[in-house]
């Protein structure tokens, strides 16, 4: 019985995340593993984060090479931030917001309520997937199967600008909150995508979601610190930790 109690919370949550997240592509993978080839891609050691900043700020940034040294960017092992979903309809709008927390093949994912409060966990190791409400003693347990970690947190993959076919309307360097970033807009879906990737860490800034001239869906990643998370955030409701220990 508690075991299909929390599956059905999890197919609650992937279903959420994939009605928030209709009309766009989400890849398992949550990394950047394209090659680029162009000769206006800066060089970059993607063990430096400052170094990927001064790079990117010595590129001439365009919609004929956007896509080239965003690819050059890497995600970083391991890292935890806030992401605020808002999404506009006629009359009003609903904000939800959950908290990451990476370590290389581990990536928790916890929905907060309006008070800031976790409310469910999606915690996924490699290619197992660990879901519980709070307060719980017991986890689902299952396949990973196909879905992604960025759809899990209401997250867009911002590395599907780089797949083939998309075309860029514009792009250029935009400073988020003095944080360098590329700034691409394009169309996928029907909607106007407007992205800010940062430079500093590789990941998603913010992202915008237009129908026509109206804005739909706003996202925002806040507080991010690029550090090993707290290993209790990879521990189990039952105490164990998924590392083994």
Same mark, same amino acid.
């Not at 660990?130 to 017991?138: D, L, V």
């Not at 029907?190 to 940062?198: F, I, M, Q």
């Given at each position: 019985?508690?075991?299909?109690?929390?599956?059905? &919370?999890?197919?609650?949550?992937?279903?959420?995340?994939?009605? &928030?997240?209709?009309?766009?592509?989400?890849?398992?993978?949550?990394?950047?593993?394209?090659?680029?080839?162009?000769?206006?891609?800066?060089?970059?050691?993607?063990?430096?984060?400052?170094?990927?900043?001064?790079?990117?700020?010595?590129?001439?940034?365009?919609?004929?090479?956007?896509?080239?040294?965003?690819?050059?960017?890497?995600?970083?092992?391991?890292?935890?931030? !806030?992401?605020?979903?808002?999404?506009?309809?006629?009359?009003?709008?609903?904000?939800?917001?959950?908290?990451?927390?990476?370590?290389?093949?581990?990536?928790?994912?916890?929905?907060?309520?309006?008070?800031?409060?976790?409310?469910?966990?999606?915690?996924?190791?490699?290619?197992?997937?660990?879901?519980?409400?709070?307060?719980?003693? !017991?986890?689902?347990?299952?396949?990973?199967?196909?879905?992604?970690?960025?759809?899990?947190?209401?997250?867009? !993959?911002?590395?599907?600008?780089?797949?083939?076919?998309?075309?860029?309307?514009?792009?250029?360097?935009?400073?988020?909150?003095?944080?360098?970033?590329?700034?691409?807009?394009?169309?996928?879906?029907?909607?106007?995508?407007?992205?800010?990737?940062?430079?500093?860490?590789?990941?998603?800034?913010?992202?915008?979601?237009?129908?026509?001239?109206?804005?739909?869906?706003?996202?925002?990643?806040?507080?991010?610190?690029?550090?090993?998370?707290?290993?209790?955030?990879? !521990?189990?409701?039952?105490?164990?930790?998924?590392?083994?220990?």
């Amino acid at each position: 019985m508690v075991a299909a109690i929390c599956a059905g &919370v999890l197919v609650g949550l992937l279903f959420l995340s994939y009605l &928030v997240s209709s009309g766009l592509l989400h890849r398992r993978d949550t990394g950047i593993n394209l090659n680029s080839q162009g000769d206006n891609t800066p060089v970059v050691d993607e063990n430096s984060q400052l170094l990927t900043a001064q790079s990117v700020a010595e590129v001439q940034i365009g919609p004929e090479n956007a896509q080239q040294v965003i690819a050059s960017l890497t995600r970083p092992q391991a890292y935890r931030c !806030t992401i605020e979903n808002t999404l506009y309809y006629s009359g009003g709008s609903s904000v939800m917001r959950c908290r990451r927390y990476a370590d290389g093949s581990a990536v928790r994912t916890d929905t907060l309520n309006a008070s800031g409060m976790v409310q469910s966990t999606v915690l996924r190791v490699k290619d197992t997937v660990y879901a519980w409400e709070n307060g719980e003693t !017991t986890a689902y347990q299952g396949d990973w199967g196909s879905f992604s970690d960025d759809a899990a947190a209401l997250l867009p !993959t911002y590395e599907d600008v780089l797949r083939d076919g998309v075309e860029l309307q514009s792009a250029s360097r935009q400073d988020v909150e003095q944080e360098p970033c590329i700034r691409v807009s394009f169309m996928q879906g029907g909607y106007r995508c407007v992205y800010d990737v940062s430079a500093v860490s590789g990941l998603l800034r913010s992202a915008a979601f237009y129908s026509g001239d109206t804005l739909t869906r706003k996202v925002t990643v806040e507080n991010l610190k690029l550090e090993r998370p707290d290993s209790r955030m990879f !521990t189990l409701p039952s105490g164990k930790s998924v590392w083994g220990e």
